[in-house]
């Protein structure tokens, strides 16, 4: 399999393992809070630090999560599957068992065989779930920077996660890097996860291997550490390319581990607390099997929100967005959000849209924000748009304005006060400048009287510059009509 024919490219091999902070109030088995950023140990009780004589509670918002996502992932829903303890010793498990449910012949998973479509570069195809399956999470190691100690931290221990494992059917980063936006945002749409990587609340880890065309899978390394869509998409990159070399030099890939350094921009073998030992899973004694009856999966199935495939199509169909344009507002859940309200307040959705994927998507991906982290509303722009509309201001002067809007959130029409560029739409104070540009331009004057057009343009961008983009530019080209033929 590692024979090496000079000239034969290598397939890349992907299947992530995502594990999502379910979004619930109380904890996986006790009653403590799962808020973000609390205190150490403020949210903490004997169950989730595993205290003698606890006993474990399911929640079942957890449940009904997890069987929500496994329905909107056309995954089979198990009628019966049980919990499991998984035991290992390390400090941020304080029971030394995290219970878990895992793939296992008699007891299988919440949920199976599902897949979610993506739009990568060729046609839309499905990505295949292996399975969906409930655990909680452990505690946190916290290592000052001076003092040769650890402190750890229980707020998250019991903290209900859903674990998402793909099938090996992801053949470049950037599949993985579309695979891994549609997840977060169909989690989004479902109420199940805020999708928030830098939180935590996604955690991806990236199973990568190469192998010759059509034949059989290689070795695989398992890529850690990654926290953000792009961080994933890199270290893939680099991961592929390392693997690669190590084959092309005549070598075998190892097995392992490798953590992902983002300031580095390498992977690097790492021992990992999950290769240590086996985990001698054995049912959880403390819980009885979870049982789910098909009305509780048909319930799941009839109240299930707009999923983010069915927004995409609605856009296209009423909205009558391209679908392109659509793909990319369906997205990100702000992103769509935002689209809507805006549209409800400026009623044109295809200029709406444009601005959206055009300048706004630019300003994001150059300051590498989201929309809903940004201060500006709906209400803004939409006031921005009119503006345009009414002739108040030229489209150019509105993208000159739209990033200051952007970062801070400041009212439209007070910008246009504060920085003095209402569109001249004044033919007075226009035709004065059309007639300068018409003394200092004898050639070009000529050239339009001659039947050039490329001419009248040229005369259009001189008033433009005159005006620093204000006029209105179809007052100008009228002007410089009547001026040039009379
Ligand atoms: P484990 O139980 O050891 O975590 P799984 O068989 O459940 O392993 O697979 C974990 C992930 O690794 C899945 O997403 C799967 O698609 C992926 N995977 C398995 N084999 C390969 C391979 N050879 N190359 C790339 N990904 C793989
Ligand atoms: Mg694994
Ligand atoms: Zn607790």
Redesign the pocket.
Known sequence: MNSVKAGVGYEV?????IHVQLLTASKMFCACPTTFGAPPNTQICPVCLGLPESLPVLNARAVELGIRTGVALNCTVHPRSRFHRKNYYYPDLPKNYQITQY?YLVHPPLATDGSLEIASEGPRRPIGI??VHLEEDTGRLVHPPRGGHSLVDFNRSGVPLMEV?????LRSPQEARTFLGGLRVLLQAIGVSTGRMEEGSLRV?A???L?LPGGP????T?VKNMNSLRSVERALVHEVARQRQVLEAGGAVVQETRHWDEDRGVTFASRSKEEAQDYRYFPEPDLVPLVVTPAVVEESRRTLPELPEARRRRYVATFGLPEHDAELLTSSASMAAFFEETVKRFPYPRTVSNWLVGDVAAYLNAHGKELEGLPVTPDRLAGLLRLVEQGTISGRTAKELLPEMLASGADPEALVQARGVLQISDTEALRAVVDEVIREHPGPVADVRAGKGQALTFLVGQVMKKTRGRANPELVHRLLRERVSS
């Open positions: 091999v992907i299947g992530l393992e793939q292996r399975r494992v793909t099938q090996p059917d880890d199973n990568v291997s192998r899978l290689g070795t695989r398992e």
